[in-house]
């Protein structure tokens, strides 16, 4: 019986891997790093047993996935695999603990995970027939399910029907109808809020039409104030979901709707309204709308539009020149006694139709004398004064003008008049001198953010911007920039995916190999395949970057091959490729390795990637993983041996001076049914140059082309004269290089004659082809020196030029 033992090492052998033996009295003392898989001269240094035996040694972070994520994905990949899943207790135990995340934006990646894990919940309920997500679990997820990502959101929506329909049946029954109160106050009205909720999560992913019929059937009106105050806000966000989609016919039609229904017209669906048009530049609706009568939520009095609304419709005025409604409205806010809501509303009307900083300043002066006058006339007054929400408005004014001199000016205004700035102003501080590319008055505006206020969610985004440009200004001191990282550690903000390549790629320039990969370990599993997909792209343009070492290189490699197992197979052989054109085969024989053990279909080497192994050693003449790679190739069942195939291995045969082993592939290319290929015949010309009286292989070839009829160009024409001049035959060369350009159409060029040249070797021989080519083509000549040369022998053999004389499989 064959022994397993033999068959494994021979395997390893072939593969070249290790034998390893774990009871082997020798072993290592201590574990190998993950990283140092493969090519280990690179990453592993010199260890000194006995010196370093109390010096703690580096390790790379492992990988931090969300609580429960592990288990889902372990739940997948054995549904895929048609494996049995884990235990229905242990995913529902993951499941809750995934979703008890309170600050997590959940892209779709994640939600897709979730919804296969519910779904087999489903499928495998209790003992007893309960599910395993009780009604307070539902409501939890659905919860976290109303904070949607920045892109997609179609699988929120799918899972939340799949949970609100089960909500329903532990809670209402089936039917919606059944739900005829809204009378908060009743002790069974939690399914209402959680009817509110869902239209609230339709809303959001762009079910507003389905959202609209639950509430139709469902926000009928309500007794008490705080059923009144929860039905115009479920109606609101009904608004605000036509709003986002865009459908401006829906969104009357609603209002037609909430007009049936006796909803009132609140300031704040009239601020929905308003926004809403003044986007399309829409003046006359916006007018409609701001005019309408509308009432506060709380109370149901008619008042004033929201700030908001003022300030939308003060600003399409002026940038659809109608100054007469802008003042008409500046008007009836300034009748009587004007509050701070419309003193603002005046200061912004001022800034948007034309006015400065100064011309504000003077208003902002009336505004306190005025103030005063009347405080002192009557007490009861209240006191009122520009404050910072006047400045921030301001300053965003300034932004969308993209005027950032403006907003910098509107800030030192406050400075002047006392006004503390907050955590906004801060923030739009930063945008605005991020996009005006001054990154360290960004930074000294991060300063700014108090402690209190770099809680403010609000903030992570444009400090993950400032960030990534303090690195690409590559002027900043690298412990400036690690400290607003480890503050963003702190805080447990969310790393945007560039901001994580950004520091992954200032870590490597660093050469700090381990925290680069620790960046990675800790954000990158938490990301969709898109996300992670922009740090692997980032992380492969660092690699095949020719200014960075090759160690570097293979340090990129590394950690990309760690951290993103995904990697496609294009991407994977272009890595191999840079390690060949690197002249470093042995680092690209490691990556094909890593391709041919890989089980994954999109992984697994195919035919381009051998094809691109066998050009790779032929242009590196490396003959030892030529070998390695071709006894892979007898033993893969899934590659078949083709034309293409067999001319790279007769081209790396061939460089690697195994010519007689080369042109065997070019009789089974001639028996084959396929047949040769322009390139195939090429490549066999080569091939005879390496032989002893090679011309003796290549005449009957060129004999047998001259029969048939076949097109003769100028790659076919050079590599056989190639192969004739390397067998001395001068004279025949000389001969078919006279009538060339009759016969065949081309003139000779730097191609043809210089790889004639360096296929002549011999130093008896070359002077009588370079005086050829100065007598008939001298230009030619005095292009092809320019290029330089090398001498074989140590500098005293025959002569090399510098030119390319590669060939294509």
């Not at 779709?108 to 519910?118: E, G, Q, V």
């Not at 006694?337 to 300043?361: C, R, Y």
């Not at 002249?583 to 053990?597: G, N, T």
């Not at 210089?754 to 370079?770: F, H, K």
Request: hydrophobic share 40%.
């Amino acid at each position: 019986m064959p022994s397993h033992l033999t068959r494994v090492v021979f395997r390893n052998l072939i593969a070249n891997k290790p034998v390893l033996y774990r009871g082997c009295l020798y072993r290592p003392t201590r574990a190998r790093l993950p990283l140092q898989h493969g090519f280990r001269a690179v990453m592993q240094p010199q260890r000194r047993t006995f010196w370093n035996i109390w010096k703690p040694q580096r390790s790379v972070k492992d990988a931090q996935l969300m609580p429960g994520f592990d288990k889902m994905l372990e739940v997948v990949a054995m549904e895929d695999q048609a494996y049995r899943p884990p235990p229905p207790p242990d995913v529902a135990k993951a499941f809750k603990l995934f979703f008890a995340q309170r600050d997590r934006t959940f892209e779709d990646f994640h939600i897709k995970l979730a919804d296969r894990c519910y779904k087999y919940l489903q499928d495998n309920p209790q003992d007893d027939g309960r599910p395993w997500l009780a009604v307070d679990d539902l409501r939890m997820v659905l919860m976290r399910l109303g904070k949607p990502p920045k892109d997609g959101g179609k699988p929120h929506l799918e899972l939340a029907r799949l949970l609100y329909a089960e909500l329903r049946k532990q809670t209402i029954g089936d039917d919606e109808e059944g739900v005829n109160s809204t009378d908060l106050e009743a002790p069974d009205a939690d399914h209402v809020r959680d009817i509110g909720h869902h239209i609230g999560i339709l809303c959001l992913y762009g079910a507003s039409s389905e959202a609209r019929d639950l509430a139709q059937k469902t926000m009928v009106g309500g007794t008490s104030l705080r059923s009144k105050l929860f039905v115009t806000s479920v109606w609101h966000k009904v608004l605000l979901g036509f709003s986002s989609e865009g459908n401006e016919q829906e969104l009357l039609r609603t209002m037609d709707v909430t007009r049936k229904l006796s909803v009132p017209f609140t300031t704040t669906m009239q601020a929905v309204l308003v926004h809403f048009f003044t986007r399309k530049n829409d003046l006359e609706h916006a007018k409609f709308w701001f005019s309408q009568p509308a009432v506060t939520r709380k109370n149901g009095i008619e008042t004033q539009p929201e700030p908001a609304s003022l300030a939308a419709i003060l600003r399409l005025c002026a940038l659809k020149g109608d100054l007469s409604f802008g003042q008409q409205v500046v008007s009836t806010l300034l009748k009587g006694t004007p509050d701070k809501v419309a003193w603002d509303a005046v200061f912004l009307w001022s800034a948007a139709i034309g006015k400065g900083v100064d011309e504000v300043d003077r208003m902002m002066n009336v505004m306190t004398r005025r103030n005063d006058e009347a405080r002192s006339k009557d007490p009861e007054v209240r006191l009122l004064r520009p404050d910072i929400d006047t400045i921030n408005e301001l300053v965003e004014f300034s932004m969308s003008k993209q005027d950032p001199y403006s907003a910098e000016r509107y800030i030192a205004l406050g400075d002047k008049r006392g006004i503390m700035p907050n955590a906004k102003t801060n923030i739009l501080q930063m945008q605005y001198r991020l996009a005006a590319n001054d990154v360290d008055g960004a930074r000294t505006a991060y300063y700014g953010l108090h402690s209190d206020d770099v809680k403010n969610d609000s903030s992570i985004p444009v400090v993950n911007q400032l960030v990534r440009a303090m690195c690409d200004a590559k002027q900043h001191h690298f412990d400036d920039i690690m400290a607003i990282v480890d503050e963003l550690h702190e805080r447990k903000a969310r790393f945007e995916p560039d901001t994580v390549a950004t520091l992954c790629l200032l870590h490597l320039r660093r050469g700090e190999l381990y925290d680069a990969a620790d960046v990675l370990q800790i954000h990158a599993h938490n990301y969709s395949p898109k996300q992670r997909a922009t740090i692997r792209d980032r992380l492969l343009g660092f690699l095949l970057d020719r200014q960075i070492s090759t160690a570097e290189a293979w340090d990129s490699y590394t950690i990309l091959r760690n951290v993103f197992p995904e990697t496609p197979r294009n991407i994977r052989l272009k890595i191999m490729k840079e390690f060949f054109a690197r002249k470093r085969s042995d680092m690209a024989c490691h990556v094909f390795f890593h391709m041919r053990e890989s089980d994954h279909s999109e992984i697994a080497a195919d035919r381009d990637v051998y094809v691109a192994a066998f050009t790779g050693f032929a242009r590196n003449a490396d003959a030892e993983s030529l070998e390695l790679v071709s006894n892979q190739l007898k033993l893969d069942v899934n590659v078949e041996l083709d034309t293409k195939m067999r001319n790279s291995l007769m081209l790396a045969y061939a460089a690697t001076e195994n010519n007689k082993k080369a042109l065997k592939y070019w009789a089974e290319i001639a028996a084959s049914k396929e047949g040769p290929t322009y390139n195939s015949i090429a490549i066999a010309f080569r091939s005879c140059e390496g032989l002893s009286w090679g011309d003796h292989y290549a005449k009957p070839i060129w004999q047998r082309l001259k029969e048939m009829d076949i097109d003769i160009d100028k790659v076919i024409f050079t590599a056989y004269i190639g192969a004739l001049a390397r067998s001395r035959l001068h004279d025949e060369v000389v001969e078919m290089l006279a009538t060339v350009e009759q016969d065949y159409g081309f003139t000779p060029d730097l191609y043809m004659l210089g790889n004639w040249y360096n296929a002549t070797a011999s130093i008896d021989r070359q002077p009588l082809v370079e005086a050829w080519i100065k007598e008939h083509y001298p230009a030619v000549w005095t292009e092809l020196d320019g290029l330089g040369y090398t001498k074989t022998m140590d500098g005293f053999g025959y002569k090399l030029y510098n030119i390319n004389r590669d060939l294509d499989p």
